[in-house]
């Protein structure tokens, strides 16, 4: 059955082109994950970086290559948090906010203004990060006090954010899905492999297989969950007939854009905290060992973990605000002629979609936070580190990743079917 699926879909000339173009997308990001930097010294990073579960976590789920020092240093997460900086702006300036809402047009300007704010913020993150690794490696990667070969690291890594940026947005122009949510999923599977072998060559085959269920287990709870929908029964009158129709609600609303979201603050209170904590200052020390007592990833805290579901709970609210506008969705239905039973249109239509959408999203954003957190609440109730085969974070994105594509070719094979009788 699966492979007559792969089949079909192969046969599909237009549908195997964007399969293939995204593939090997995929090949050149991963290519320039293992390129370093010119002129730094990588010699035991990628054993540094293994022990920071911390810098390791941020660096998977947003598409970076810490472990080389790599030409894409900082993977997305310059990207990440200007789109994060847009959305909160698009709050408190009613001029950005009415952009977000308007047509295709004003989109394209939004994501021009990103891009834009993209690019000083990887100038300056690349300087903290460059800063954090070599700390971390006792000064042996960069000599800081060069002013020319760190400026000469910055711009190369500014640059590699950039690259990998355009990379997405070719990969979603001429690829089979959105590329920036592709590179993300590529840098959350790449890795797995790793993880496999490590418990393979430990012959923990128990525990392997105990933690390969568990993770298909949450894998399953995830589809069926994301898929959820609650169903608006809608009327419409038309020629004089009434016709029943419906307007489907997703539970999960977000998607995977809140932990991505929330993935990028929580872990920088942990990274400021590593680079403070090597300070010789005693008050900047004192402030870094506490940040790393409360927000270490390694050994989370209940403060870390009640931080994070906040977080994602929040995001998931804040995202579904900006996307979901229930004011024009009751205008649509009532330009078409359409009503909810017992519901007034307009006003009192666009109420109700509000209500229900906060009660969805309410149970989808929970669950989305508890999956995240559910790692770190084992690992505090059995007293020692717990994880799935792939972080319950990873799950989510490559879930949501995953069936956004399925749903992306299976338009595009309905295209070709219905082309056929034209």
């Given at each position: 059955m699966i492979l007559d699926y792969i089949k079909s879909v192969f046969t599909i000339k237009d549908l195997r082109q964007k399969i293939i173009a995204t593939l090997l997308l995929i090949l050149v990001y991963k290519f320039l994950s293992v390129i370093p930097i010119p002129g730094v010294n990588t010699d035991g990073l990628a054993a540094i970086i293994e022990g920071q579960k911390g810098l390791a976590f941020f660096s998977a789920l947003l598409g970076g290559g810490l472990e080389n020092f790599s030409i894409i240093l900082m993977g997305l997460a310059p990207y990440i948090n200007a789109v994060i900086i847009i959305q909160l702006l698009g709050v408190i300036v009613p001029k950005i906010g009415d952009m977000q809402k308007e047509g295709e047009q004003w989109q394209k300007k939004i994501t021009k203004i990103t891009r834009w704010l993209?690019?000083?913020?990887?100038?300056?993150?690349?300087?903290?990060?460059?800063?954090?690794?070599?700390?971390?490696?006792?000064?042996s990667i960069v000599d800081v006090t060069d002013t020319q070969t760190v400026l000469m690291a910055m711009l190369i890594a500014t640059a590699g954010t950039m690259f990998l940026m355009w990379l997405g947005e070719v990969m979603t122009e001429y690829g089979i899905s959105n590329g920036i949510s592709i590179i993300i999923m590529a840098g959350v599977l790449a890795a797995t492999p790793g993880v496999i072998l490590g418990y393979i060559s430990a012959a923990q085959y128990p525990l392997f297989a105990g933690l390969l269920l568990a993770t298909l287990a949450i894998i399953y709870i995830i589809i069926k969950f994301t898929e959820g929908h609650r169903r608006i029964p809608i009327i419409y009158s038309r020629t004089g007939r009434e016709e029943k129709s419906y307007f489907p609600?997703?539970?999960?609303?977000?998607?995977?854009?809140?932990?991505?979201?929330?993935?990028?603050?929580?872990?920088?209170?942990?990274?400021?905290?590593?680079?403070?904590?090597?300070?010789?200052?005693?008050?900047?020390?004192?402030?870094?060992?506490?940040?790393?007592?409360?927000?270490?990833?390694?050994?989370?805290?209940?403060?870390?973990?009640?931080?994070?579901?906040?977080?994602?709970?929040?995001?998931?609210?804040?995202?579904?605000?900006?996307?979901?506008?229930?004011?024009?969705?009751?205008?649509?239905?009532?330009?078409?002629?359409?009503?909810?039973p017992g519901i007034r249109p307009g006003t009192d239509t666009a109420e109700y979609l509000q209500r229900v959408s906060n009660h969805l999203n309410l149970f989808g954003g929970s669950f989305l936070a508890l999956i995240a957190v559910l790692p770190y609440i084992l690992g505090k109730i059995l007293g020692?580190?717990?994880?799935?085969?792939?972080?319950?974070?990873?799950?989510?994105?490559?879930?949501?990743?995953?069936?956004?594509?399925?749903?992306?070719?299976?338009?595009?094979?309905?295209?070709?079917?219905?082309s056929k009788y034209k």
């Amino acid at each position: 059955m699966i492979l007559d699926y792969i089949k079909s879909v192969f046969t599909i000339k237009d549908l195997r082109q964007k399969i293939i173009a995204t593939l090997l997308l995929i090949l050149v990001y991963k290519f320039l994950s293992v390129i370093p930097i010119p002129g730094v010294n990588t010699d035991g990073l990628a054993a540094i970086i293994e022990g920071q579960k911390g810098l390791a976590f941020f660096s998977a789920l947003l598409g970076g290559g810490l472990e080389n020092f790599s030409i894409i240093l900082m993977g997305l997460a310059p990207y990440i948090n200007a789109v994060i900086i847009i959305q909160l702006l698009g709050v408190i300036v009613p001029k950005i906010g009415d952009m977000q809402k308007e047509g295709e047009q004003w989109q394209k300007k939004i994501t021009k203004i990103t891009r834009w704010l993209t690019l000083p913020l990887a100038f300056v993150q690349s300087y903290g990060m460059i800063i954090l690794l070599n700390s971390l490696a006792g000064g042996s990667i960069v000599d800081v006090t060069d002013t020319q070969t760190v400026l000469m690291a910055m711009l190369i890594a500014t640059a590699g954010t950039m690259f990998l940026m355009w990379l997405g947005e070719v990969m979603t122009e001429y690829g089979i899905s959105n590329g920036i949510s592709i590179i993300i999923m590529a840098g959350v599977l790449a890795a797995t492999p790793g993880v496999i072998l490590g418990y393979i060559s430990a012959a923990q085959y128990p525990l392997f297989a105990g933690l390969l269920l568990a993770t298909l287990a949450i894998i399953y709870i995830i589809i069926k969950f994301t898929e959820g929908h609650r169903r608006i029964p809608i009327i419409y009158s038309r020629t004089g007939r009434e016709e029943k129709s419906y307007f489907p609600i997703k539970v999960n609303q977000a998607g995977m854009i809140p932990i991505i979201f929330s993935v990028s603050i929580v872990t920088f209170p942990a990274i400021l905290g590593q680079i403070l904590s090597n300070s010789t200052g005693a008050t900047a020390s004192k402030v870094g060992q506490t940040l790393l007592t409360y927000f270490s990833i390694d050994n989370p805290s209940w403060v870390f973990i009640i931080v994070y579901f906040l977080l994602v709970l929040g995001f998931a609210f804040f995202y579904v605000s900006i996307t979901f506008n229930t004011e024009q969705v009751a205008e649509n239905i009532q330009k078409r002629g359409g009503y909810i039973p017992g519901i007034r249109p307009g006003t009192d239509t666009a109420e109700y979609l509000q209500r229900v959408s906060n009660h969805l999203n309410l149970f989808g954003g929970s669950f989305l936070a508890l999956i995240a957190v559910l790692p770190y609440i084992l690992g505090k109730i059995l007293g020692q580190s717990v994880d799935f085969i792939i972080t319950g974070a990873g799950l989510i994105i490559i879930v949501s990743v995953i069936l956004d594509i399925l749903r992306k070719v299976d338009s595009e094979m309905k295209m070709f079917d219905y082309s056929k009788y034209k």
